[in-house]
């Protein structure tokens, strides 16, 4: 939900992550729960406590999570991963695809009842793209429009590229054709903030006046997150049927929470499949498991030995046996990943050649390279997320499989959970076990964010200008199947170069209660809360 959605995409290491939390106060005045002030519908989930409110600064899937029940854009993704209007009502483009014109509906209100104007926008993108902001998104999803490299640059305050018409009409120009514009705009980065409350200082996100279809009523940081039905929000739309949300944080094991009763949904792990996919056991019925465009895998540090070399990347990928590790540490409750694009992805490759499984193949590519021998190969270090010394079964498969089949020991250095999600760039070593989720569904969030020579999310500082040359070429090409074309070709080139090594695609398996309806994920691994109804 990218979101820059930088996600762990394991099951196990996604329930580590959720053990971690960043301490602090942070609540609404409101002293009693929901369920003792509120006669209604009330959804109970599990969560975390998101690191961030603050859309221009959000990249996790936690903190997005929350963001896009608070805060809305121009656009949104409709049930078909499709860009439709939300606070836009309609929007022109230029025959040359240089000009997007936004007209915006004039019935959308921020929480407080303070009307949404064009210059909120205007607003918006440039405090996301000042340098003060410190936001990492901000070139990624707002640097095709004119004028943002230079605010990026702190050169200049505003954004030439965007002009206010009217109180509710906005112009963006783009420095050039841009296939994916739209879709980039449906990300936290692009959404509308109230510059009043943004002014009350830099913790305003812990009462954020978004315009959403929830408002934030309260949160106790390591306890509860509740959200409440916002009665302005598009009230063309059939009515909201939940009163609260309400997230008990960090509250244990979700599997035994879902049990008692004491949440409505269920995210299942790994420990408890077996359990939930018994057909005649209590909880199949209960059960959807939903396809997710993602990906786990492991970076390289392209920059520095010993993965400067392109031969010594393709040796350690063709000494992971990936069928085995889909099988027998995540029980098939993946599927393995020869390619980048996730299988629902537009732009997938079904004939697509990935690097086979293959250890004298990677023993003889070590021997052919400077080194000669694994035992002049420099010492190597994986950087991973979690704590404790705690890492996830199936990264330890894939070490156990490099210290067999190479003979090489690899050191795992561990992060705090937000310095691995925000700080990876300066503190990788030589490899790092990430993951990423599909922010839209459009191959350049995944081959562009990740691999462009000058992308921010570049983490393995991989540098191609053959690659950079041909997804410039894509995201400008307007035809649609000639664009994929081409982005297939850059995967391909991405995989015979072993830019990273794919293990797998992921899934979701969630339980729901039946007395909860129309709630579901999409393939982004996203649930509209405001389609939700409770009937008990």
Not at 42 to 59: K, R
Not at 214 to 236: H, I, Q, T
Request: proline share 4%.
């Amino acid at each position: 939900m990218k979101r820059l959605l930088l996600a762990i995409a394991s099951l196990v290491l996604v329930c580590s992550l959720l053990l971690y939390y960043v301490p602090g106060s942070c609540q609404h005045d409101t002293t009693e729960t929901p369920t003792a002030t509120v006669e209604g519908a009330i959804l109970n989930l599990y969560g975390t406590d998101p690191y961030t409110l603050d859309p221009a600064l959000a990249g996790d899937a936690t903190s997005n999570e929350y963001i896009l029940q608070i805060f809305s854009g121009l656009v949104c993704l409709d049930d078909n991963l499709e860009p439709v209007p939300d606070i836009a009502k309609d929007w022109q483009i230029s025959d040359d695809g240089l000009a997007y014109t936004f007209e915006l509906r004039q019935d959308v209100f921020f929480h407080d009842g303070k009307q949404v104007t064009a210059y909120d926008f205007k607003y918006s993108w440039e405090r996301a793209c000042n340098p003060a902001t410190g936001s990492q998104t901000a070139a990624t999803y707002l640097g095709d429009i004119v004028g943002v490299d230079e605010v990026l640059a702190g050169e200049s305050e505003e954004i030439s590229g965007v002009e206010v018409i009217d109180d509710y009409t906005i112009q963006v120009a783009l420095k050039e054709p841009c296939s994916y514009f739209l879709y980039k705009l449906t990300y936290a980065t692009g959404f509308v903030v109230d510059e009043e409350n943004v002014a009350e200082g830099s913790g305003w996100w812990h009462q954020p006046n978004g315009t959403g279809p929830f408002k934030l009523w309260r949160w106790d940081e390591g306890s509860r997150l509740v959200l409440e039905r916002n009665d302005y929000y598009d009230p063309a739309s059939s009515f909201i049927s939940v009163d609260f949300v309400v997230y008990s944080l960090w509250a244990g094991v979700q599997m035994n929470l879902y049990e008692t009763g004491e949440i409505d949904v269920a995210a299942v792990g790994m420990a408890y499949i077996d359990k939930v996919t018994d057909e005649g056991g209590d909880f199949y019925q209960e059960l959807t498991v939903v396809s997710e465009m993602s990906l786990t895998y492991i970076g390289f540090n392209c920059s520095e030995a010993p993965f400067d070399d392109p031969n010594i990347r393709k040796a350690f990928s063709m000494a992971i046996d990936k069928e085995k590790l889909v099988s027998l540490a995540l029980r098939d409750t993946v599927t393995k990943a020869d390619g980048i694009l996730p299988l629902d992805m537009p732009g997938y490759n079904e004939d697509l050649t990935g690097i086979e499984y293959d250890v004298e193949g990677a023993l003889a590519l070590i021997a052919a390279s400077e080194y000669g021998d694994v035992a002049n190969l420099p010492t190597i270090t994986i950087t991973t997320g979690g704590w404790g010394g705690l890492i996830s079964s199936e990264l330890e498969a894939v070490i156990n499989e490099w210290r067999i089949n190479l003979g090489v020991e690899v050191e795992v250095r561990q992060l705090e959970s937000e310095q691995f999600l925000y700080s990876l760039m300066e503190e990788k070593d030589q490899m790092f076990y990430w993951g990423w989720i599909a922010d839209y569904p459009h191959p350049q969030d995944f081959l562009e964010v990740l691999f462009n020579s000058s992308s921010e999310n570049n983490i393995g500082e991989y540098s191609n200008p053959e690659v950079d040359a041909l997804l410039e070429l894509a995201g400008a090409e307007l035809d649609g199947e000639s664009s994929l074309a081409i982005y297939q070709q850059v995967e391909q080139m991405l995989i015979d170069d072993a830019a990273c090594i794919p293990l797998w695609f992921g899934g979701n398996y969630v339980l729901t209660k039946p007395y909860v309806s129309g709630y579901s994920l999409n393939p982004l691994g996203i649930a509209s809360l405001s389609e939700v109804s409770i009937v008990k």
